[in-house]
């Protein structure tokens, strides 16, 4: 079982960066590929970005690339999102995710957080 709890939401103005947070309980958070997804507003969710166990491996959505970048800590069990250059269609609630595959699917992981509010003011 992996429970995951994200911080560092807020608002913030065009232009600003934001570091997300996503801590994890349980020993086995090294071994789960984890990602980032969104959800504004009546949509669904999306994926932003994830990261494989190892941090080798990185992958981002379209709308993020070159602007987000996502890491991990496994000594800490936590895994990030820098979030630079901010637009206000990035304002979502972004929910970390934990997978024991590689899909950029939100309804395949298998454990998931609560969310954060990201709110982006233009």
């Known amino acids: 079982q992996v429970q995951l709890v994200e911080s560092g939401g807020g608002l913030v103005q065009d232009g600003a960066s934001l570091r997300l947070s996503c801590a994890a309980s349980?020993?086995?958070?090294?071994?789960?590929?984890m990602g980032w997804f969104r959800q504004a507003p009546g949509k669904e969710h999306k994926f932003v970005a994830r990261?494989?166990?190892?941090?080798?491996?990185?992958s981002y959505a379209e709308s993020v690339k070159g602007r987000f970048i996502i890491s991990r800590d496994n000594a800490k069990n936590t895994v990030y999102l820098q979030m630079n250059s901010l637009k206000p269609e990035d304002t979502a609630v972004y929910y970390c995710a934990a997978s024991s595959g590689w899909s950029t699917d939100y309804n395949d992981m298998d454990y998931w957080g609560k969310g954060t509010l990201v709110t982006v003011s233009s």
């Open positions: 990261i494989n166990s190892n941090a080798v491996l990185t």
């Open positions: 349980g020993r086995t958070f090294g071994t789960y590929a």
